[in-house]
């Protein structure tokens, strides 16, 4: 059994049996439901301000949550990370917060195949400010055409904001290509890294982007919490999104100064236990043998596929024409089943107790490029086995019968 | 047998066919499409009136078996009746989901749905295409 198991109480007690919609939100582990509960018994007291022992302790435990966040995404400083309630507010904020320096007719890059949380916000800036958006084209596989971003972008563009992995497919983008051709042009890049995150620590120097947002609830960490990180350049300059309490250095009806980076875009109490949380995520996935999780996630994903290919009626949106173990992917994968609605296969799956998720997967765009309306997702966590692959297996010919 | 297989018998089965039959409708009176913002479905429904009689009923369904069976439902029950026979069918629709009370007269082919009663998340794939032709229908007041 694989040893990770034990560490997720829904997995290990079987009410999350086989629980193979990851990408949509991990379990979480127990070093950091320990860590949150411990925080709430022990040392619970609002941050930011307090000057008493607990207070400063909640602080001090808030501030080491936000290095481990730094540290799991390779930022140099810990205050390069900001807090925020998952991966859309993130972008969000980087719409409203580096959009405000944008003028009416400059452009903002996103891929075809990004999340609805990776091109709403940038619509509504369009909206907001005139800009134009302009999207860069996946191919008949689901990858982003890199070799067409040349072409795409003009002496107006102001921002590339593409996902690290997709939701739906698995496949990796080449983040540090688009980084360093945006670069040499002067274009800041804003990563998605939501579905990545789970898959273990980035290194943001590495990829060379300006920006990089992840969610807490798709690595292993409690709900409500994610962040952003912004290269301290950008992020000095930037104005804030929200305003209120925690991100200023002065009020007076005459004006009002702001904290710097990353007060200044914490409005209000931060979800302190939440991001301890996150922190306590970080540190855990900090310490575990990547290089081996990746090739057993592998593994895993090439024996999904194995499944799902011995029949004729299914066919798998795979990025990398099924080479689950050739190319880097996530172990996330679509399929369509002729003559059968993605919402009924999960039905009579989620009966078998195989928990998939049937949908357009917020990437309706990618879903139109595809020519379906909607795809059937299994993903991936490090706590999945073989044992799920065979109920898998199982599940997926009884629905082929059910659903005939 | 699985908790889910129940709802998917040989009556639903047959009815998510007969929704390939539903046509489209060129010179449609209304024409409304109803979306499921959860799961993304989206039924389309076209409606020919004749007076306040409902000549024919057409359209696209992109949805699951249960959308596809309640369209046909419709598209089996309403042409040639009175469009206020529609407001009675997704009366008994809803009430049949509810609380399992039998669907009568126009509308007994909903009692292909008892099974789904025990699905409450998927109550709303029923009542789907019911929407779409009440809002359709709503588009029309006051114009004939
Ligand atoms: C690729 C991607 N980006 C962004 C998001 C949005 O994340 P959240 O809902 O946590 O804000 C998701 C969630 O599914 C995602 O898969």
Redesign the interface.
């Known amino acids: 059994m694989n040893s990770f198991r034990n560490l997720f109480p829904a997995i290990a007690s079987g009410r999350a049996r086989t629980y193979l919609d990851n990408a949509a939100m991990t379990q979480i582990a127990k070093p950091v439901t320990d860590r949150m509960a411990e925080f709430e018994a022990d040392g619970r007291s609002n941050v930011k301000r307090g000057i008493y022992p607990l207070a400063t302790r909640a602080n001090e435990s808030f501030e080491a949550a936000r290095a481990s966040v730094a540290a799991f995404m390779g930022a140099k400083d810990k205050d390069e990370v900001i807090f925020t309630s998952g991966a859309t507010a993130a972008i969000n904020l980087v719409a409203h917060a580096y959009g405000a320096g944008l003028k009416s007719g400059d452009e903002i890059m996103v891929g075809e195949g990004e999340h609805h949380a990776n091109i709403v916000p940038w619509q509504m800036l369009c909206e907001r400010k005139g800009l134009e958006l302009v999207v860069l084209p996946v191919d008949g596989d689901g990858h982003l055409q890199i070799e067409k971003m040349v072409d795409l972008i003009s002496d107006r563009t102001r921002l590339i904001a593409v996902t690290h992995g997709s939701n739906v497919t698995g496949a990796v983008t080449d983040v540090r290509i688009i980084s360093n051709m945006a670069r040499k042009r002067g274009i800041p890049v804003l990563i998605d890294g939501a579905q990545r995150a789970g898959h273990g620590p980035v290194d943001v120097a590495s990829i060379g982007c300006d920006f990089y947002v992840l969610s807490g609830h798709k690595m292993f960490g409690p709900t409500g919490i994610g962040a952003l990180w912004a290269r301290p350049e950008i992020l000095q300059d930037l104005p804030p999104f929200l305003g209120g309490g925690e991100m200023i250095t002065r009020v007076s009806f005459d004006g009002t100064d702001y904290a710097p980076p990353p007060h200044r875009f914490e409005a209000g109490t931060p979800p302190v236990t939440q991001a301890i949380g996150l922190g306590a995520a970080a540190d855990w996935m900090m310490g575990l043998d990547w290089a081996e999780i990746t090739t057993a996630e592998r593994e895993l994903t090439q024996s999904l596929l194995d499944v799902l290919n011995q029949h004729k009626r299914i066919t798998v949106w795979d990025p990398m024409g099924v080479a689950a173990g050739k190319v880097p992917r996530l172990p996330i994968l679509s399929f369509t089943v002729e003559g ?5 296969i999960c ?2 799956m ?3 107790g195989v928990a998939l998720r ?3 997967h917020c990437a ?1 765009p990618l879903m139109s490029a595809f020519g379906v ?2 795809t059937t997702r299994a993903s991936l966590a490090l706590y999945n086995d073989e044992t799920d692959i065979e109920a898998f297996d199982k599940a997926i010919t ?1 629905m082929l019968k ?2 005939s | 047998m699985s908790a889910a297989d129940d709802i998917y018998d040989a009556a639903i089965k047959d009815l998510a066919a007969r929704a390939r039959n539903m046509g489209r409708i060129e010179d449609a009176d209304c024409s409304h499409d109803a979306d499921n913002f959860l799961c993304g479905d989206r039924v389309t429904v076209e409606v020919a009136l004749n007076g306040d009689a409902i000549e024919n009923i057409g359209g696209k369904v992109r949805g699951c078996m249960l959308v596809q069976a309640a369209a046909a439902v419709i598209h089996g029950a309403a042409p040639g009746k009175d469009r206020a026979v529609l407001a009675e069918g997704i009366t008994q629709a809803r009430a049949l989901l509810a609380d399992g009370t039998p669907a009568t007269g126009d509308w007994e082919g909903l009692n292909a749905f008892t099974p789904v009663q025990g699905h409450k998340h998927r109550h709303d794939c029923v009542l789907l295409p019911f929407e779409a032709v009440e809002a359709c229908l709503a588009d029309t007041d006051g114009t004939d």
């Open positions: 059968a609605h993605p919402h009924d039905e009579v989620g009966g078998e049937g949908g357009h309706q309306d909607a009884r059910v659903l």
